[in-house]
């Protein structure tokens, strides 16, 4: 490993470079990024023809995002080749903090003030859904930050990949126009330009992720959650009329009835839910990237598995044995249209829905082997984890009619 000798480190000539050359370097370079970013702000525009409908067809290419973004990137990616290219060690302490600093503060600060001041989804009248072209302009700008996330880590790997944790030069990694140690050879600095990269990379991404995240949020609250409620309460009315208390004798001629009507009455109480769920989350899906709509996915079928919970804990005393397996049929036909396509890991919100309606159509034996368990304190056997504790677990075995005497003292 070369070293720079301490004579040259300490000549005259080093410091009139640094004063002369490094330090102008730096504040330029500052400045090119400031002015960069707020010129490209006044540029900015955001793609045309967007539209929530699903039957107007979009004119644009995803990822929907606006012009800044890529203005900007483009010229991030260049102050940081530029810097790296010196080999200085002094340029790239002072660029890549500077770059950091100006994406965390200019870039992510200007966003964020466009989400607060201007493209807000807010309700114009009280329990009315907010303005479409509100909701578009407010999902582009996520777009821009999980964008940016991407842009940034495509600038910084091609630097670093090629060392390991040491900063020592990968053993199959060969020399390239973006080899940190081709251009840095002396002791320590290859290393240093590494972790001022990565440093770079993570703080971006700590910033953009944690505003992304109150973005996701603002449209689950404003958007996803007051639709959500009119959906579930109509899908609930089909499942409702089938927990009629039915007598025992109308039970068994239910059960002796045609099967395929009974699956006609369960296909339409899926489909009247589907229909709802895809007008819900279609319209969002067709804007978002993909990133974000799986985040905000993720938080809207959270909030479902609570609602969800709740229904079928409302349901107590009022099914028979029969109306426990339609409960658990619907309910297991419902979480199969959440989470179908891709999204089947999200499928685990919806664990302690489908234990409550597990214990309610449990066999005799197969509760007596789960109450001894119980008592010994065994909560999970091979693969399957109970989510519900024991109390839960007895309150929803007593959900059933003819039970109930059997858990009430």
């Not at 658990?328 to 409550?356: K, M, P, T």
């Amino acid at each position: 490993m070369l070293k720079v000798p301490t004579f040259i480190t300490d000549s005259g000539l080093n410091r009139k470079i640094t004063d002369r050359i490094t330090m102008p370097i730096n504040t330029m370079t500052t400045f090119l990024l400031r002015r960069s970013v707020e010129r490209a702000f006044q540029l900015d525009e955001q793609p045309s023809d967007l539209s929530l409908s699903p039957s107007k067809p979009l004119q644009s290419h995803p990822p929907y995002i606006s012009s800044a973004v890529d203005d900007v990137m483009y010229i991030v990616n260049q102050v940081v080749e530029r810097s790296l290219a010196t080999s200085q060690r002094p340029v790239v302490s002072c660029v890549l903090p500077s770059v950091t600093r100006v994406l965390d503060s200019d870039f992510i600060g200007m966003i964020q003030r466009k989400m607060r001041d201007e493209s807000y989804p807010k309700a114009v009248i009280q329990n009315t859904l907010p303005p479409e072209n509100t909701v578009i302009a407010f999902l582009v700008l996520i777009n821009d930050l999980d964008v940016g996330c991407g842009y940034v880590r495509r600038i910084v790997q091609p630097w670093i990949e090629t060392y390991d944790g040491s900063g020592s030069r990968m053993e199959n990694a060969g020399v390239s126009s973006k080899s940190l140690g081709s251009l840095y050879p002396f002791e320590g600095d290859a290393l240093y330009a590494a972790k001022a990269l990565k440093s770079l990379q993570q703080s971006f991404e700590a910033k953009a992720l944690e505003l992304i995240s109150d973005g996701i949020y603002v449209v689950f609250k404003n958007v996803m959650k007051p639709r959500l409620r009119p959906l579930l309460s109509d899908a609930f009315r089909d499942i409702d009329n089938q927990m009629i208390e039915y007598s025992h004798g109308e039970s068994e001629r239910l059960e002796e009835d045609d099967v395929t009507s009974d699956h006609v009455a369960n296909d339409r109480a899926q489909h009247h839910f589907q229909r709802g769920w895809d007008a819900l989350t279609e319209p969002i899906a067709r804007i978002c990237t993909s990133g974000n709509f799986e985040r905000l996915l993720t938080t809207t079928i959270s909030y479902l598995a609570d609602v969800l919970e709740k229904r079928i804990w409302g349901y107590y005393g009022r099914v028979n044995e029969y109306g426990a397996i339609r409960l658990e049929r619907d309910i297991s036909g419902l979480v199969n249209i959440v989470v179908r396509g891709s999204h089947y890991g999200l499928r685990d919100a919806f664990v302690r829905c489908s234990q409550i309606c597990l214990v309610l159509n449990m066999e005799e034996d197969e509760w007596a082997e789960t109450k001894a368990s119980t008592e010994l304190g065994v909560d999970r056997v091979e693969d399957f984890e109970w989510k519900l504790d024991a109390n839960e677990r007895v309150r929803a075995r007593a959900m059933v009619q003819n039970r109930r005497k059997e858990f009430i003292p």
